[in-house]
């Protein structure tokens, strides 16, 4: 498991001019500094084992369901303009089939959205704040 302490940087060297390095200013720091009070290295999060897990469930959700809903959205296009009389179809009174396909896009993107913030609150959340606290974010950081 991997150390807070390895995803914060280390400060820079006080005496550090831009193109012009004092010799030996980076003398003493090891190949993975340790500084409790630098900013979270990202580079080191994104190469994370845990973070890559986080982001391949994410995307394991996302892009089926997006395929999912545009497939349901396409037909619903599709059938609206070759399958007028299917669509013309009276239900009820003025109520068309057309009318509760169109209506049903609106329930399926509020389902969708409910989905996605129950997935991420069970299965992405937890790996976030466990990674975060890794970092060493506080509250006042974000």
């Given amino acids: 498991m991997t150390h807070a302490k390895s995803y914060t940087r280390v400060p820079e060297p006080g005496d550090y001019v831009a193109f012009e390095p ?19 290295d990202f580079a080191a999060i994104r190469e994370d084992p845990d973070f890559v897990l986080v982001r391949r469930r994410i995307t394991r959700f996302v892009f089926p369901v997006t395929a ?17 009389d299917f669509m013309a179809y009276r239900v009820t009174g003025s109520v068309t089939v057309g009318l509760l396909l ?41």
């Fill in 22 to 40: 004092v010799e030996n200013d980076f003398a003493g720091t090891v190949a993975h500094p340790v500084a409790p009070d630098g900013p979270p």
């Fill in 102 to 142: 169109g209506l049903s896009q609106f329930v399926t993107t509020v389902v969708i959205m409910l989905w996605y913030a129950r997935f991420t609150r069970k299965n992405v959340d937890p790996k976030i704040a466990e990674l975060r606290r890794r970092a060493g974010e506080t509250d006042h950081d974000r």
């Fill in 68 to 84: 999912l809903f545009l497939t349901w959205y396409l037909t619903y296009v599709l059938l609206a303009a070759y399958a007028h």
